[in-house]
């Protein structure tokens, strides 16, 4: 079982920055890819950022790319999403999930495990 607690979201003007943190229990943080998604009000939840486990790979939405950095630190489970030069576009609430591997996922674990979500509001 794995929980994941999000922080850091809030109210921030256009063209502001917020720092995400998304906190995992667990022995396997280390060893799974982690990505955020977002949901923003009538709209389907979108992935936004995935970073693999070692951190040396990630990949953004390309409406976030060149504003937004996904990071990890394995010592302190916990994943982290920079958001700069943000947009109201990008007001939504934002998830972190833990990305189950396929050889746990045909023996019964879930696609994903979800944290509560964090709010973020960009507006003047």
């Known amino acids: 079982q794995v929980q994941l607690v999000e922080s850091g979201g809030g109210l921030v003007q256009p063209g502001g920055s917020l720092r995400l943190s998304c906190a995992a229990s667990?022995?396997?943080?280390?060893?799974?890819?982690m990505s955020w998604y977002r949901q923003a009000p009538g709209k389907e939840r979108e992935l936004v950022a995935t970073i693999t486990s070692t951190g040396s790979i990630t990949n953004y939405a390309d409406s976030v790319k060149g504003r937004f950095t996904i990071s990890r630190d394995n010592a302190k489970n916990t994943v982290y999403l920079q958001m700069n030069s943000l947009k109201p576009e990008d007001t939504a609430v934002y998830y972190c999930s833990a990305d189950v591997p396929p050889w746990l996922v045909v023996v019964g674990f879930p696609d994903n495990y979800w944290g509560q979500g964090t709010q973020v509001t960009v507006s003047s």
């Open positions: 667990g022995s396997t943080f280390s060893s799974w890819a």
